[in-house]
C-alpha cells in the first residue's frame, strides 16, 4: 500500500462533499485519487472542485484503472452492493454510505465477498463520534447502567416536503431508494440501539404512507424487538413531523435502572458554525446515573465537530487507522448488516403480520 491511502468516491452527489470535507484535513494520511459517476460531467465537476487526478464515467472503469486501497460509496441506497462486491474482487476495501444496502440478499452479497477476498468494510455511523453518544457507550461499558439493558426506543422525528422528493429522482420509490423513513433517515437510530442494546433476535412492525401520497414508499413506521440480551425495545420513525423534533435519538434502561437518552437535534441553518460544520447536535437530555449529567445543548454546540470539520471525518480517520494497523473498523459491516435486517423486518412483517426472526 502506498504511504497514503488511496481513496475513490463512487457517486459524485451530495453527500460525497461530506467524505471529500473529511478526507481534505487529513491529507497526510490520504487523498483522493479517483471519483466516478453515472454522469460523467458530474464526477468531472468534482473532480475539478476536489484537486482529484481522475474522473471516469463508471466505477468498473475507476477500478479498473487501479491506485486505489478503498471506495467511499456515495450512491443511492440499491447501488451500494455492486460497487462494494467490484472493489472487493480487487482487494479493494469499502466505506459505504447508510444503510449498508437495500436488501438483506445485497448485504449477503456484500459480507461474502469481504470475507472471501479479506477486506475491510465499514457502515458510515458517524454519529456515533458524537460526544453524547460516546458518553453513552462509556456509562455502559463502565456498568453504570447495570449488566444490560432491558429496555430501549429508538426515534427519527422528522418532515419531509413534497420539494425534497422532487429533488432527485431516485428519491421516492422501492426500485430506486429502497425504503422510506426506515431506509433512509432512520438507519443512524436503528445503529444507535443496537450498538448499545447489542443484537436483535426479533421484530414485530407495521409501516403506512399516511400524507405524502405523491411517493410509493412509508412515511410512517414502528416496530418492537426482542434483543438477544432479553431485553425489549421499541423503534419508531416519520417524516411527517412538522416542524421536525429530534430527527434522531435512544433512550435505553439499564438494569440498574439508571436511564440515559442521546437526542439529536437539527441546527437552524442560520446557527450553523460554517458551511461544513454539523448540521446537528447530539445531547443527553435524560440522564439519572446517580452523581452524573449528560451532555447539554449548550456543551454540544460549543464542542461542534471538534477538532475535525464534520463527524464524517472521525468515521474515515477510524477507517484509515484500521487500514494502516490491519484492525477492524469502529463501525462493521456486520453492524451494517443488522440494521439492514430491523428495516427488512419491518417490512416483511408488515406483508405477514407476523413476527420475523433476525439473524445475528
Excluded at 481522475?54 to 443511492?76: H, K, N, Q, W, Y
Excluded at 416536503?161 to 431506509?183: I, K, L
Excluded at 405523491?214 to 413506521?221: K, L, M, S, T
Excluded at 435502572?257 to 460544520?277: F, H, K, N, Q
Amino acid at each position: 500500500m502506498a504511504s497514503k491511502v488511496r481513496f475513490g468516491i463512487v457517486g459524485t452527489g451530495g453527500i460525497a462533499n461530506a467524505h471529500a470535507t473529511g478526507l481534505a484535513v487529513m491529507s497526510d494520511q490520504a487523498e483522493i485519487v479517483s471519483c466516478c459517476d453515472v454522469d460523467p460531467a458530474r464526477a468531472a465537476e468534482f473532480a475539478s472542485r476536489w484537486h482529484v487526478g481522475r474522473s471516469f464515467g463508471s466505477v468498473r472503469e475507476m477500478l479498473d484503472a487501479g491506485g486505489i486501497d478503498v471506495v467511499s460509496i456515495c450512491t443511492p441506497h440499491p447501488q451500494h452492493a455492486d460497487p462494494l462486491i467490484l472493489a472487493a474482487e480487487r482487494g479493494i476495501h469499502g466505506i459505504v454510505e447508510k444503510p449498508l444496502t437495500a436488501t438483506l440478499e445485497d448485504a449477503d452479497r456484500v459480507l461474502e465477498a469481504q470475507s472471501k477476498y479479506g477486506t475491510l468494510l465499514s457502515s458510515m455511523s458517524q454519529r456515533r463520534w458524537f460526544p453524547a453518544a460516546q458518553r453513552i457507550r462509556h456509562a455502559i461499558d463502565a456498568g453504570k447502567l447495570g449488566d444490560k439493558i432491558v429496555m430501549g426506543e429508538s426515534y427519527c422525528e422528522m418532515w419531509r416536503d413534497e420539494a425534497y422528493y422532487r429533488r432527485d429522482a431516485w428519491r421516492g420509490r422501492w426500485d430506486t431508494e429502497g425504503g422510506g423513513v426506515m431506509m433512509n433517515q432512520s438507519p443512524h437510530n436503528i445503529d444507535f440501539l443496537l450498538w448499545y442494546g447489542g443484537p436483535a433476535v426479533e421484530i414485530f412492525g407495521y409501516w403506512a404512507n399516511v400524507n405524502h401520497p405523491y411517493v410509493e414508499i412509508e412515511d410512517n413506521a414502528v416496530a418492537v424487538i426482542r434483543f438477544k440480551s432479553g431485553g425489549l425495545g421499541i423503534i419508531k420513525g416519520t417524516v411527517s413531523m412538522n416542524p421536525a423534533r429530534r430527527i434522531h435519538g435512544v433512550s435505553v434502561v439499564g438494569s440498574s435502572g439508571a436511564t440515559v437518552s442521546l437526542d439529536c437535534w437539527e441546527i437552524p441553518p442560520e446557527e450553523r458554525a460554517g458551511a461544513t460544520g454539523p448540521t446537528d447536535v447530539g445531547t443527553n437530555d435524560i440522564w439519572t446515573v446517580p452523581g452524573e449529567a449528560g451532555m447539554s445543548d449548550h456543551e454540544a454546540r460549543d464542542y461542534g465537530s471538534g477538532e475535525l470539520p464534520n463527524f464524517h471525518a472521525y468515521q474515515l480517520r477510524d477507517v484509515i487507522r484500521a487500514i494502516q494497523t490491519g484492525r477492524q473498523p469502529a463501525v462493521t459491516g456486520l453492524d451494517g448488516y443488522r440494521v439492514v435486517a430491523v428495516i427488512q423486518g419491518i417490512y416483511e412483517s408488515t406483508r405477514t403480520g407476523k413476527p420475523v426472526a433476525l439473524k445475528l
